[in-house]
């Protein structure tokens, strides 16, 4: 009060937790993409956190290692290795959409992408294979952010494994809309004459083959010439996904020795 320092009345602060959070992020694949400088190939440090579903230990993936066996979100070796290729054998490129600039791990995240190399057809999937998956129930999340100069990322991303799933049909946003509005925009359409632009696709209950594989394409959709880089794979997440989804918020109450006052 008037410019002194007063001390409050003693008083305890009790936080109450709500209900168990029901998704724990597993194996998170981050492309680190290449272009004219050595700055744009971005590698996520297993301190960043990044995500839909926010996870650390990102497993950062260039080519020419096939097959890559992952780490988990806790850092430590998992059971999954990780194939890439595309149906025509032709060779997989890497490059960057340029959302470094933010200088932020999510925007790191949707710097590199995989694709098809130069002047690929859409004709063409880029296919990630996944083996020795743990047989449980999963969330597949797909980042797709293209090169800002090749605007036309019309594509498809289907799933092979364990069940029947849909076939999302979207565009990619590039690397400007991104940092024009950073937040994480989802695909959801499953035709092409209703595709929507955005940055990511999830399915939200996805199982393996009895054999542990797993299997993502993602096929550029455009008109051939009117667009190279394609299609747009920055990364992906597997998310476990445990029992019932938290229905309770916490609750946070400070009580003083006079009077009580809950905050919620």
Same mark, same amino acid.
């Given at each position: 009060?008037?410019?002194t320092?007063?001390?409050?009345?003693?008083?305890?602060?009790?936080?109450?937790?709500?209900?168990?959070?029901?998704?724990?992020?597993?194996?998170?694949?981050?492309?680190?993409?290449?272009?004219?400088?050595?700055?744009?190939a971005?590698?996520?440090?297993?301190?960043?956190?990044a995500?839909?579903?926010?996870?650390?230990?990102w497993?950062?993936?260039?080519?020419?290692?096939?097959?890559?066996? /992952?780490?988990?979100?806790?850092g430590?070796?998992?059971?999954?290795?990780?194939?890439?290729?595309?149906?025509?054998?032709?060779?997989?490129?890497?490059?960057?959409?340029?959302?470094?600039?933010?200088?932020?791990?999510?925007?790191?995240?949707?710097?590199?992408?995989?694709?098809?190399?130069?002047?690929?057809?859409?004709?063409?999937?880029?296919?990630?294979?996944?083996?020795?998956?743990?047989?449980?129930?999963?969330?597949?999340?797909?980042?797709?952010?293209?090169?800002?100069?090749?605007?036309?990322?019309?594509?498809?991303?289907?799933?092979?494994?364990?069940?029947?799933?849909?076939?999302?049909?979207g565009?990619?946003?590039?690397?400007?809309?991104?940092?024009?509005?950073?937040?994480?925009?989802?695909?959801?359409?499953?035709?092409?004459?209703?595709?929507q632009?955005?940055?990511?696709?999830?399915?939200?209950?996805?199982?393996?083959?009895?054999?542990?594989?797993?299997?993502?394409?993602? /096929?550029?959709?455009?008109?051939?010439?009117?667009?190279?880089?394609?299609?747009?794979?920055?990364?992906?997440? /597997?998310?476990?996904?445990?029992?019932t989804?938290?229905?309770?918020?916490?609750?946070?109450?400070?009580?003083?020795?006079?009077?009580?006052?809950? /905050?919620?």
């Amino acid at each position: 009060v008037a410019g002194t320092t007063t001390t409050s009345r003693l008083a305890s602060l009790t936080v109450t937790p709500g209900g168990p959070w029901n998704l724990q992020p597993y194996v998170g694949v981050n492309f680190i993409g290449a272009g004219y400088v050595s700055d744009d190939a971005v590698s996520l440090s297993p301190v960043d956190v990044a995500g839909v579903v926010n996870q650390e230990n990102w497993n950062n993936v260039g080519l020419g290692t096939d097959p890559v066996s /992952l780490k988990d979100a806790q850092g430590t070796d998992s059971p999954i290795q990780l194939t890439l290729s595309t149906s025509s054998g032709i060779g997989l490129q890497l490059w960057n959409s340029g959302t470094r600039r933010l200088g932020e791990a999510d925007g790191d995240l949707m710097q590199g992408y995989l694709n098809n190399g130069f002047n690929g057809t859409n004709g063409d999937p880029v296919i990630l294979t996944l083996t020795g998956v743990p047989v449980t129930n999963y969330q597949l999340i797909v980042y797709t952010t293209g090169f800002d100069f090749q605007a036309n990322y019309e594509e498809s991303f289907s799933v092979t494994g364990g069940g029947s799933y849909p076939t999302y049909h979207g565009k990619g946003e590039i690397g400007s809309d991104y940092v024009a509005n950073p937040a994480y925009r989802r695909i959801t359409s499953t035709t092409p004459a209703t595709r929507q632009s955005g940055n990511y696709v999830q399915y939200d209950s996805v199982s393996p083959a009895s054999d542990g594989t797993l299997t993502l394409s993602v /096929l550029w959709e455009a008109a051939n010439g009117t667009s190279t880089y394609n299609p747009v794979i920055n990364g992906f997440q /597997l998310v476990k996904v445990t029992g019932t989804p938290q229905t309770t918020s916490p609750t946070l109450t400070a009580v003083a020795h006079l009077g009580s006052l809950t /905050l919620g």
